[in-house]
């Protein structure tokens, strides 16, 4: 599902990262653990679609994503990659119910407000459908960014720090939740973090320095 390899990416020329071969497949889990400044996020990023390196090559499902342009990688992106942010980034007008919908439109898929509304029942968010995103806790806002990494089922799931900011009880059930959502879809998970509790839970990682 996902491969990449030789990854290089540098900031205006001095702060330089080389990234080790990455692979993952459907229904897999890696962790990516390091401490801050080691590039994990940006290593997110690129796995995403997001940055593109200043060297290497990242495949998903065959396709070696930089070499598609404009338009075409932000349509792939939005099919194949679903994100959690480490922090929850919504349409702060809009319900929750809505952002997803908007997810779904903005990687050209048809609306479908049954598909919305069974994931946010499967995630315990039903109640919160025509609640503004803002207004929720952090827990919900939490549950809601997955919902929205995996409206469209993506066959990469990527999870940016998701546990940082939590307590041993719910990190432990966001990793199950996580972990549960990358089987039903038969998708790869790949979690970036510097948290070392994740450890116990993922047999597959890499640690960054």
């Known amino acids: 599902m996902l491969k990449t390899s030789e990854i290089r990416h540098s900031y205006k020329g001095t702060q330089r990262f080389t990234f080790p071969e990455i692979k993952c497949d459907e229904s897999s889990s890696l962790m990516i653990l390091g401490k801050s400044g080691v590039g994990k996020t940006t290593l997110l990023h690129i796995l995403g679609g997001m940055f593109k390196p200043l060297s290497g090559d990242v495949s998903i499902n065959g396709t070696s994503i930089y070499t598609l342009r404009g ?6 992106r939005g099919q194949n990659i679903g994100i959690v942010f480490q922090k929850p980034h919504f349409v702060q007008s809009l319900t929750a119910e809505e952002n997803l919908m908007l997810a779904q439109k903005m990687a050209g898929n048809s609306v479908s407000t049954n ?6 029942q499967q995630l315990n968010l039903d109640h919160k459908a025509k609640a503004l995103s ?8 939490q549950r809601l960014s997955i919902a ?12 940016d720090e998701p546990t940082s900011a939590l307590d041993d009880e719910n990190c432990k059930k966001v990793v199950e939740l996580l972990e549960d959502q990358s089987e039903q879809l038969k998708a790869a998970l790949v979690i970036v973090t510097h948290d070392n509790r ?12």
């Open 71 to 76: 338009n075409n990688l932000d349509t792939f």
């Open 115 to 120: 598909t919305v509304h069974e994931l946010l």
């Open 134 to 141: 803002y207004k929720m806790s952090q827990g919900e806002q």
């Open 148 to 159: 929205r990494a995996i409206i469209n089922k993506p066959g990469l799931i990527l999870a």
């Open 198 to 209: 994740l450890k116990q839970y993922f047999k597959n990682h890499i640690e960054l320095s």
